[in-house]
């Protein structure tokens, strides 16, 4: 399986660990092509930003609907595995949620005995709770139905079938322009079923504590698809605080105010001695 993988880093020597980025679903890697991976260029980081199968310009699209969870998980361990130092990883939505399921994975052969190659942090920015994408979608109908039923219709019909209106509103702040969603849904995609249904009937991950390493969690004020108190749920279940940042919606790497997140990510990863 031949996958999409954007690089970025310094021309000298690169600093710290690598950065590992994973998107969530209806997009792909390009996401942190448009602000962070050359952000953290700059800062002397090597980043890479992972497009799963079926995205971008990744294989497998023609088997998309039957991509699992596991299949994600064998995706992001294959570009983990070729990298010479451990990565931090750095999940988004849907994204967040197989990163947490890496890291599951990882503490769960450590709680074994077993001696698993290490990851250096896990910073998960707007993502899945643990308890999975039911408690997003059932909350999601309830408060805002247009933007539930705008992404059903992205799934099954794609972008054409889709306001922009609505579609905005599950990605932006409120009062960054609808200019900006008009110029992103053409690039945004319909998302693997199986993965969906993966994401339902999972149990909570583990919390991850015998790896012992930094956890960042940042949400968004205005994201009605993963709003304050999921994201503060999920610092809970990590034993760390949450950032809520008041200006960005659930695209936050994508928004008028992205450099506030990156630079978030970026104090955290200095914090922490990463």
Same mark, same amino acid.
């Given at each position: 399986m031949k996958l999409e993988v954007l690089t970025a880093g310094p021309d000298g020597p690169a600093s710290g660990a690598p950065l590992v980025f994973l998107h969530g679903a209806f997009c792909a890697a390009w996401i942190w092509q448009e602000h962070f991976l050359p952000f953290f260029a700059e800062q002397g980081r090597r980043a890479y930003a992972i497009s799963l199968r079926g995205h971008g310009a990744s294989d497998g699209h023609d088997m998309l609907p039957l991509a699992s969870l596991d299949d994600y998980l064998a995706d992001l361990s294959s570009v983990i595995d070729r990298l010479d130092q451990p990565p931090v990883l750095v999940g988004h939505s849907?994204? =967040?949620?197989?990163?947490? $399921?890496?890291?599951? $994975?990882? +503490? $769960?052969? /450590?709680? $074994? =005995? +077993?001696?698993?190659?290490?990851?250096? =942090?896990?910073? !998960? #920015?707007?993502? #899945? %709770?643990? %308890?999975? #994408?039911? @408690? @997003?979608? @059932?909350? #999601?109908? !309830? *408060? +805002?139905?247009?933007?539930?039923?705008? !992404? *059903?219709? /992205?799934? @099954?019909?794609?972008?054409?079938?889709? !306001?922009p209106e609505g579609v905005h509103r599950a990605m932006f702040a409120r009062s960054t322009p609808v200019s900006m969603t008009r110029k992103y849904m053409p690039r945004m995609q319909a998302e693997s079923q199986r993965v969906q249904l993966d994401l339902m009937m999972g149990a909570p991950p583990w919390p991850a504590n015998a790896l012992q390493i930094p956890r960042l969690v940042i949400g968004a004020q205005d994201d009605p698809f993963v709003p304050p108190w999921m994201s503060r749920m999920t610092a809970r279940h990590y034993n760390t605080e949450a950032h809520i940042l008041t200006e960005s919606g659930h695209a936050m790497m994508l928004g008028p105010d992205w450099e506030t997140p990156a630079r978030l990510l970026l104090e955290w990863l200095e914090e922490n001695g990463i």
């Open positions: 849907m994204g =967040g949620m197989v990163v947490q $399921r890496y890291v599951e $994975r990882l +503490d $769960r052969k /450590l709680f $074994r =005995g +077993d001696a698993p190659k290490p990851v250096a =942090g896990m910073a !998960l #920015l707007a993502a #899945l %709770s643990p %308890s999975g #994408l039911a @408690t @997003t979608a @059932t909350q #999601l109908m !309830l *408060s +805002d139905p247009l933007v539930f039923f705008q !992404l *059903s219709a /992205l799934q @099954t019909f794609g972008e054409h079938a889709v !306001l």
